[in-house]
């Protein structure tokens, strides 16, 4: 799975604000996410994430 920090990750679960696509701000064992609806940061572990992410959208940088 190819993550990078500055993607953007739509997962299969809607955060409570109603948004289900996350920024990615940091990688390692832990994924520090942050919400694109209400801007909440969270950190969640790597098997978990990846397990619920729906589709990757890339950065368009690249």
Do not use: Y
Not at 17 to 41: N, P, Q
Not at 53 to 60: G, L
């Amino acid at each position: 799975m190819q993550i990078r920090v500055g993607d953007i990750l739509k997962m299969k679960k809607k955060h409570p604000c109603g948004s289900d696509e996350w920024e990615v701000l940091r990688i390692g064992a832990d994924f520090k996410l942050k919400c694109t609806g209400c801007g909440r940061l969270v950190m969640v572990a790597r098997p978990k994430a990846e397990k619920n992410i729906k589709k990757i959208i890339s950065r368009e940088n690249d």
